[in-house]
């Protein structure tokens, strides 16, 4: 990591539009500002978890300069589901700091194996492509705030 980055933005996230699913790079300063597809023009919320896949985790992970948080989980997880309203109110916090992501492990078993997920929720904090914080099992909104954090 340099010291000497004299790039004007903080950051940017590359994400698939939930519409058209057309690539987008958005710069940090506008992920807060209700940012549109450039292909489509839908809406894409960054204030809300992002729903990867198989197909799109690693190339928002590798191309986004920004922090990713990704939350794996199952929709059958007792622990996820109370979970989830931290990891919900954790995206509308770090909007424009970082991305919030979830992984369903039961649709996306691939990356779930990948990653060598075991127990979920585990919630796995990305900096630049690479694998910075694990943590397995539920964790209230500070923890998962101060993961982000260094
Ligand atoms: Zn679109």
Same mark, same amino acid.
């Given at each position: 990591?340099?010291?000497? %980055?004299?790039?004007?933005?903080?950051?940017?996230?590359?994400?698939?539009?939930?519409?058209?699913? &057309?690539?987008?790079?958005?710069?940090?300063?506008?992920?807060?500002?209700?940012?549109?597809?450039? $292909? *489509?023009?839908?809406?894409?919320?960054?204030? %809300?978890?992002?729903?990867?896949?198989?197909?799109?985790?690693?190339?928002?992970?590798?191309?986004?300069?920004?922090?990713?948080?990704?939350?794996?989980?199952?929709?059958? *997880?007792?622990? *996820?589901?109370?979970? =989830?309203?931290?990891?919900?109110?954790? =995206?509308?916090?770090?909007?424009?700091?970082?991305?919030?992501? &979830?992984?369903?492990?039961?649709?996306?078993?691939?990356? $779930? %194996? @990948?990653?060598?997920? @075991?127990?979920?929720?585990?919630?796995?904090?990305?900096?630049?492509?690479?694998? =910075? &914080?694990? %943590?397995?099992?539920?964790?209230?909104?500070?923890?998962?705030? $101060?993961?982000?954090?260094?």
């Amino acid at each position: 990591m340099s010291t000497t %980055q004299s790039d004007a933005t903080a950051g940017s996230l590359t994400v698939p539009c939930p519409s058209c699913h &057309k690539w987008n790079r958005i710069d940090a300063a506008r992920a807060t500002a209700g940012p549109k597809c450039g $292909a *489509c023009g839908a809406a894409i919320p960054l204030d %809300q978890p992002m729903h990867l896949d198989d197909t799109s985790f690693d190339r928002v992970i590798a191309a986004s300069t920004l922090p990713v948080m990704v939350d794996f989980y199952a929709d059958w *997880c007792g622990p *996820c589901k109370m979970m =989830a309203p931290a990891v919900d109110q954790l =995206a509308r916090a770090s909007a424009g700091t970082a991305l919030v992501a &979830k992984l369903d492990t039961e649709a996306a078993p691939r990356t $779930a %194996q @990948r990653f060598n997920i @075991r127990g979920i929720p585990t919630v796995i904090v990305f900096r630049g492509g690479r694998e =910075a &914080k694990r %943590q397995s099992g539920a964790m209230p909104f500070g923890a998962l705030r $101060a993961m982000l954090g260094d």
